[in-house]
């Protein structure tokens, strides 16, 4: 697969040191490992960060933005609400299913308000924070990623 991603953690204590990040070196190794170009993980703090996170992404015309985090009901859960306002369209079954599948292991999985949409040509899901949420993420999202892409850019349309 030809292409760019970034990943962006929201996670106030692994942003100031005192916890660390765990999801963003999976999904990295995942992306990379499917050959697209990715620099390093960005770590912000929950809140406007991500959004500002979220539209610098975009802004730099990345193909495919992986959030993990921030997705809760916590009071600094916002993930969402940072990410909507970037969204053109919206693909509510990407993140039905990683729900459904993290279901199996713990009924809290439907808990997680992620989003996943498009933000012009860049392809946006909001993962859970948790290595389990970004498993179940990883899966939904990797038989389907060469499709998505390529019906981005209108494969198989006039």
């Known amino acids: 697969m030809l292409g760019s991603a970034r990943v962006v953690i929201a996670s106030t204590r ?7 990040d765990r999801t963003g ?15 390093p993980v960005v770590v912000v703090p929950d809140g406007p960060e991500v959004g ?5 992404a975009i802004a730099d015309g990345v193909d495919v933005l992986i959030t993990s985090g921030g997705t809760g009901i916590s009071p600094s859960d916002v993930t969402p609400e940072q990410t909507a306002p ?3 369209r ?13 279901l199996a292991n713990s009924p809290a999985a439907l ?26 993420g990883i899966a939904v999202l ?12 209108g494969g198989g349309h006039a």
């Open 142 to 153: 990797d038989p389907i990623l060469d499709h998505l892409l390529d019906q981005r850019d």
């Open 86 to 88: 970037h969204l053109d």
């Open 52 to 56: 500002r996170a979220v539209g610098a």
């Open 111 to 136: 808990l997680s308000r992620g989003l996943a949409g498009m933000a012009g040509r860049t392809v946006v899901v909001n993962l859970p924070g948790s290595r389990g949420g970004v498993k179940d």
């Open 25 to 39: 070196p999976l999904l990295h190794a995942w992306l990379a490992g499917r050959g697209l170009d990715i620099g």
């Open 90 to 102: 919206e693909l509510p079954g990407i993140l039905e299913e990683v729900r459904r599948r993290g």
């Open 14 to 20: 692994a942003a100031d040191g005192t916890y660390e």
